[in-house]
Structures are given as structure tokens and as C-alpha cells.
């Protein structure tokens, strides 16, 4: 996004520049100043957006409150976080991923009273554990996209993933550090 769409963007902007200096007559002037203010624009949302994918500006523990607040209605939800500040962006976003779409499984599968999520750095992994104490599980042989999905993305990053099925149903995630 940067190299690409954010040069053309500082290219268009100067070029814009030019033509406002060449063409200060109305109504010209005025038109070419409306489309220099929305290339600005575009480049500060770039701007923005590029920001957003850095890694220091995903905030996990502030996305995983934000996640689990809909839960907070139907049952006691318990976040237990213990992770530094130095994780990779790929696994922040396997594992925001899994919570987004544990807790979609609970809002529409599970009678739950109580929610429990843990985020848990070991010297060698990172460890997810997602639990609820629901009592009409049905888990089928063929696992549904969802739950297929979470498999996925843990063994892009040769992690590990379980579901558990006994007093509830858990999600247990193990991501080594590196490869």
C-alpha cells in the first residue's frame, strides 16, 4: 500500500500542485483545488491505514475485550492475559481471528453462563484457550467452516489446535514462536 498506492498518491498530489500554480482562473482553479483536496485526503486515509497494520498498533488484549463485550449481556466472561508487548502481527491476527469467531460460535450455538479466555506467552509458544461452560453441545464429525477456518490458520503458522468437548466447549491453540 505504501510504495505502491501511497506514491502515486504523492506523485498526483505534486502534479496537482503544478497545475494549480499554472491555472489560477475560475472556475478551473476551483475544480483542480476540490480534486487536490481529495487526493490529500486518500493520502491521509493511506496514511492511516498503513499506521493500522504496523504491528506496534494492534493492541491484542484492547481487541479481545472489544470482542467479548457482546457476551457480557448473555453470561460472566473472564479475560486472563498474560502476552508482552512483542508479538509478531500474524499471530495477533490468527488469534483475534479465533476470539472473533469463538465468540460468534457462543452467541449462536451455546447456552453458556460463563466465558473464560486465556492468552498465555510461554518461552517457546503462544497459547489461546477459549471455554464455556454450555451443555447442548453438538459437535459433528465434520467440523463447520468456522472451526475448519481457526485449523487452518494455526497450521499456516505450525501451531496446533484442539476442541474439547467435555463440561462446556473449548478451543485450545498452541502457536510455537518461531519456525
Keep these: 500500500i505504501h510504495d505502491n498506492v501511497g506514491h502515486?498518491?504523492?506523485?498526483?498530489i505534486l502534479q496537482m500542485g503544478a497545475l494549480l500554480t499554472i491555472h489560477k482562473e475560475e472556475p478551473m482553479h476551483g475544480q483542480l483545488e476540490a480534486v487536490n483536496d481529495t487526493l490529500n485526503s486518500a493520502?491521509?486515509?493511506?496514511?492511516?491505514?498503513?499506521h493500522d497494520l504496523h504491528n506496534d498498533s494492534v493492541d491484542l488484549?484492547?481487541?479481545?475485550?472489544?470482542v467479548t463485550e457482546e457476551l457480557k449481556d448473555r453470561c460472566q466472561v473472564m479475560v486472563?492475559?498474560?502476552m508482552s508487548e512483542e508479538i509478531p502481527r500474524n499471530v495477533?491476527?490468527?488469534?483475534?481471528?479465533?476470539?472473533?469467531?469463538?465468540?460468534?460460535?457462543?452467541?449462536?450455538?451455546?447456552?453458556?453462563?460463563?466465558?473464560?479466555?486465556?492468552?498465555?506467552?510461554?518461552?517457546?509458544?503462544y497459547q489461546l484457550?477459549?471455554?464455556d461452560d454450555g451443555t447442548d453441545i453438538h459437535m459433528s464429525a465434520n467440523p463447520g467452516i468456522?472451526?475448519?477456518?481457526?485449523?487452518?490458520?494455526?497450521k499456516a503458522l505450525g501451531g496446533s489446535v484442539h476442541?474439547?468437548?467435555?463440561?462446556g466447549f473449548r478451543i485450545l491453540v498452541s502457536l510455537p514462536k518461531q519456525r
Design 146 to 154: 468456522g472451526l475448519t477456518n481457526m485449523e487452518d490458520r494455526v
Design 80 to 82: 486472563d492475559y498474560d
Design 43 to 50: 493520502m491521509n486515509s493511506i496514511r492511516e491505514s498503513v
Design 92 to 125: 495477533k491476527y490468527c488469534l483475534i481471528t479465533i476470539v472473533k469467531e469463538a465468540v460468534a460460535n457462543i452467541v449462536k450455538h451455546s447456552n453458556a453462563g460463563r466465558v473464560s479466555i486465556f492468552l498465555r506467552e510461554h518461552p517457546g509458544f
Design 163 to 167: 476442541f474439547f468437548t467435555e463440561r
Design 61 to 66: 488484549r484492547q481487541m479481545v475485550c472489544d
Design 8 to 12: 502515486m498518491l504523492t506523485r498526483s
Design 129 to 131: 484457550s477459549v471455554e
